[in-house]
């Protein structure tokens, strides 16, 4: 029987590649079987660097120096590159670092307002011609009606409710839930009118106070706002949980 030692080698090797003109590091599998020279021109794709103007850089999974990269004829594998070790680019082409990857040295078009009206080949051109969205007049005044209709009908319910009030709260796709009425008006985070709520149990979102205005006073998690169509005023005594009983 044969005593000899065979050593398998991966016919591939994966590496992390960066560059001195990108702040990204990429992995990427490579045949150990292509010349340095074939390995740069698959570099380009990646880097951004034209091959000629390269200078390859070698490290180990550690990231400590071990050579450069500098013979166009020989292998890949000849090298010590190993799984997970980083192949580093330097652009030697004069572009400098971010030039590829920061956007906003990107020099952007821009054109008018009034002359992107007058084109017949744009999305709004499009838009007014299917009177899609806004540019569908009598959709967008059935909208408009109806949001005033409904903001109507919020203010008539918001004159019924008055504050101390108990009330059941009904939102769609919540549980109900049961509280008295601490607030009701205007708020300052959002248009129309609203009723400010605390709750009998911490189902709520806050303690009276949005955004560093307050408008009532309860514990945290306790206190909501909700919509004057969403309550119910009436008799919903405070439920007994138990707490007292052994």
Not at 30 to 40: C, D, L, S, V
Not at 98 to 107: I, N, Q, Y
Not at 133 to 139: H, I, S
């Amino acid at each position: 029987m044969d005593g000899g030692v065979t050593v398998i080698t991966n016919p591939t090797v994966s590496v992390r590649l960066t560059s001195t003109i990108s702040s990204f590091e990429v992995n990427k599998r490579y045949n150990r079987g292509i010349t340095i020279a074939e390995f740069k021109g698959k570099l380009e794709m990646v880097v951004g660097t034209p091959a000629s103007s390269m200078e390859l850089q070698l490290f180990s999974t550690t990231d400590k120096f071990m050579q450069k990269l500098d013979d166009n004829e020989a292998l890949l594998g000849s090298y010590p590159v190993d799984d997970d070790c980083k192949i580093h680019v330097i652009d030697r082409s004069g572009a400098q670092s971010g030039e590829f990857s920061d956007l906003s040295k990107v020099e952007k078009f821009e054109i008018p307002d009034e002359v992107y009206e007058k084109r017949t080949d744009s999305v709004r051109s499009f838009m007014k011609k299917q009177r899609v969205g806004r540019f569908n007049e009598e959709e967008t005044a059935k909208k408009e009606a109806e949001l005033v209709a409904r903001e109507a009908e919020e203010e008539a319910a918001a004159a019924a409710i008055g504050v101390g009030n108990r009330c059941q709260v009904q939102v769609v796709g919540l549980p109900t839930k049961i509280g008295t009425v601490m607030y009701v008006g205007t708020v300052d985070f959002k248009p129309g009118h609203w009723v400010g709520v605390k709750y009998d149990e911490p189902l709520g979102k806050h303690d009276g106070s949005v955004k560093e205005k307050r408008y009532f006073e309860c514990e945290n998690k306790y206190g909501a706002f909700v919509r004057p169509l969403t309550v119910t005023v009436g008799d919903f005594p405070e439920e007994d949980y138990g707490l007292d009983e052994m």
